[in-house]
């Protein structure tokens, strides 16, 4: 206990009582809430009146011909912007984030997590027509079907020697008579001699 009371009174000789004072208004949980929600980036309500459309419109860079509604209200005043893939974007053009390319601050559709570069494409228009899509499933599906009515008269089979056991193929534990055992004659690497 003497210990620990000499390295305390050690440690706050050696602590300036000015530099604990300097910090002691400082707290994580106001520098964390402040930046937790952005009032800007909620969606307002929607916008009834052209003041406010216009307003709206140069809140999320548009022009105020440019800007349309969606009819969604959990969304607010939140534009409705045509979806377009990263695919249809132009590949050499300077992005903030490559990756997606998306400029910061650029406003994008709601949905646009479904239109990455790996998943659905909204324009395309696809390599096969519908009807060429089912005729080749029923086509793929056919000739299966063939195949399998053509093959299935020849069984595939692993050929192989019936088991082997010990003791004269149990002759004996199968409940064979012990005066009648046959005799097995094995292979022998000894040459044939004629009988």
Request: charged share 20%.
């Given at each position: 206990m003497a210990t620990l009371k000499k390295s305390l009174s050690l440690l706050l000789r050696q602590t300036k009582p000015y530099i604990l004072q300097?910090?002691?208004?400082l707290s994580m949980t106001s520098a964390v809430s402040?930046?937790?929600w952005n009032k800007d980036w909620k969606p307002s309500p929607l916008p009834r009146t052209p003041e406010e459309r216009a307003a709206a419109a140069k809140k999320y860079g548009l022009r105020p011909e440019d800007y349309n509604i969606l009819m969604d209200e959990s969304l607010g005043d939140y534009p409705y912007l045509p979806a377009t893939s990263h695919s249809w974007r132009d590949p050499f053009e300077d992005y903030d984030?490559?990756?997606?390319?998306r400029h910061y601050g650029e406003t994008f559709?709601?949905?646009y997590e479904l239109i990455a570069d790996d998943l659905r494409d909204p324009k395309a228009f696809g390599r096969y027509t519908y009807g060429q899509i089912v005729a080749?499933?029923?086509l793929i599906f056919a000739g299966f079907l063939l195949a399998?009515?053509?093959?299935?008269?020849?069984?595939?089979f692993l050929p192989r020697?019936?088991?082997q056991y010990p003791f004269n193929d149990l002759y004996l534990e199968k409940g064979g008579d012990?005066?009648?055992?046959?005799?097995?004659?094995?292979?022998?690497?000894?040459?044939a001699t004629q009988e």
């Open positions: 300097k910090h002691t208004h402040a930046a937790y984030h490559p990756g997606d390319k559709p709601p949905d080749g499933y029923f399998w009515n053509i093959l299935k008269p020849y069984p595939y020697m019936p088991k012990p005066a009648a055992e046959p005799v097995i004659k094995h292979y022998t690497f000894e040459p």
